[in-house]
């Protein structure tokens, strides 16, 4: 065998990506949110990109064809361009709702107001102040008594005097280290001492959990009701006490990427671009470039080429992804126009390609395009890849969807003997005679999906 170095001609077909197309897929991905955040991004990145403020200037012309050599005279003749519009309207001196909605305070800052106008004595205040500081989001007391003692260089018996202030603020059972104590703290604040609801909390918690109330009654030696009246006050108390003040962190607003609007017996799609701000070729390098645009040289020339489309695409992607996006949801609202009409129990069966075929598109586009992304309905706010749900068996061979499944099986809980509640197999039972045909095993999940307790645990005595 002759083995050399040689040079060959062929043919082949790739499929490459440019920064421009996968640009284009990533904005199509993002929620209103991470969008805005992502124009303001390229706001400051790019100098060649700035906000509008003239709602009338929309673009009648597209900006050209694909290329870096681009004649300026000729691109900016016009005083429009491509433009992204946003808040339709709206002035920037006008005042909107969230401009007069004061911040709830903080767990930490409520606990520390307080403090200050409590009797504490002052050797213990900074000693509160570091457990306050030390509570946790859900009002719980993240370190021990013996760290905090040897971080403040203190005795332990000093931090268990600031424990006990800490205990005795509200919201009752912050500070607490445990969901015992969390508990027992609740109860004699709320003057619930009873020595039998005590022993529940610090020796049957699991088995109160789990439905065991004939076990713990044997165990105690009551009656099955007296433990059932106990557990229900226990299930007033909040497990959790400090999650009733706003945090930072735990701020989630849904805006919905579409709303739609009944009008008559018509729906009404209209994508809100609201809160991203309408984008265009700033004025100042457009009057620049007129004047030296094509004197302009080497890297000076190739910086503003690589910013100029760089823009151009930012906008075309942007307008792209507000198509799409409708594309999508005018098939989601023609094909689920009986649950716009009537609610969940007429969601249909629905996947991917079935969007896809009527709008064109490639399935993968379909889901990025109702990835992170929310429906305003008249029958609520709905994340759009909620519209997608899986087929069941119904009578005459027909289908319907997982989600009316669970509508069904919700109805039939409510409806049931509480001293008899049904049992899954049962359940099962009760859908095949409407002609919905799932195993028991499939009416467990859909029970769990929707925090519905087994039946031990729902019965009531």
Known sequence: MRLDLGLNLEQSQKLIITPELRQAIAVLQMASFELTQFVEQQLQENPLLEKAEDRLEQAAEDPGEDRYDIDWQEYFNDSSDLGYSGDRGHSGNEYGFESFVTKAPSLSEHLNFQLTISRCPKEIVPLVEYLIGNVNSQGYLKTSL????????????????????LHSMEPAGVGARTLEECLLLQVRYLGLDNPLIEKLIKDHLNDLAQGKLNKIANRLGVTVKEIQRLADQLRTLDPKPGRCFSSDDDIRYIVPDVVVERVDKEYIILVNDVTTP??????????????????????EKKYI??????????????EQRRMTIYKVANALVELQREFLDHGVKHLKPLNLKDVADRVGLHESTVSRATSNKYMQTPQGVFSMKYFFS?????????????ESTKKLLREIIAGEDPKK???DQRISDLLA?????????????????????????????
């Open 146 to 165: 013996e760290d905090a003692a040897r971080v403040l260089n203190v005795p332990p018996a000093q931090v268990e005097k600031a424990l006990k202030v």
């Open 278 to 299: 309408r984008l265009r070729i700033s004025n100042s390098y457009r009057a620049v470039m007129r004047q030296v645009g094509n004197s302009l040289k080497g890297d």
């Open 305 to 318: 080429e690589a910013k100029m489309n760089a823009a151009v695409w930012l906008i075309r992607s942007i």
């Open 390 to 402: 899986t087929a069941i068996s119904y009578r005459g061979g027909s289908q319907i969807s997982s």
């Open 421 to 423: 509640p049904y049992s």
């Open 433 to 461: 005679k409407q002609g919905i045909k799932i195993s028991r095993r499939t009416v467990t999940k859909y029970r769990d999906e929707l925090a519905i307790p087994a039946a031990g645990q729902r019965k009531r005595y």
